[in-house]
């Protein structure tokens, strides 16, 4: 049975960063792609970011509105996805979900991911 469980989030002064952490069961983290994906108040759920499934080459994929200040990444030892949030803004705060739809790319749309975490909430305010 495939299950995301997530952890971390939480309130973060402006400029400050948080880890999410995202652990895997019932499949092999590595064998897919997953990704992260947010929701604010009042507005559809917002692709974030997503990690290839492991090849000869790996890729990661963010979005404009976070490249540079999120961090994709994956222990495999622990089937455990993170994301790494640095620099958050007052753009950031929504409800953060892990995701996977058990392929081998990285879809963009929410509809493509049938698996999902519970959802962790990321609050940043001064």
């Known amino acids: 049975q495939v299950q995301l469980v997530q952890s971390g989030g939480g309130l973060v002064q402006p400029g400050g960063s948080l880890r999410l952490s995202c652990a895997a069961s019932?499949?092999?983290?590595?064998?897919?792609?997953i990704g992260w994906f947010r929701q604010a108040p009042g507005k559809e759920r917002e692709w974030v970011s997503c990690?290839?499934?492991?090849?000869?080459?790996?890729?990661?994929y963010y979005a404009d509105s976070v490249k540079g200040r999120f961090t994709i990444a994956r222990d495999n030892a622990k089937n455990t996805l993170y994301l790494q949030m640095k620099s958050l803004k007052p753009d950031d705060p929504a409800v953060y979900y892990c995701?996977?739809?058990?392929?081998?790319?990285?879809?963009?749309?929410?509809?493509?991911?049938?698996?999902w975490g519970q959802g962790t909430q990321v609050t940043v305010s001064s």
């Open positions: 995701a996977t739809g058990l392929r081998s790319w990285c879809p963009r749309l929410p509809g493509e991911y049938g698996f």
């Open positions: 990690i290839s499934s492991s090849g000869r080459t790996t890729y990661t």
């Open positions: 019932g499949f092999t983290l590595d064998s897919y792609a």
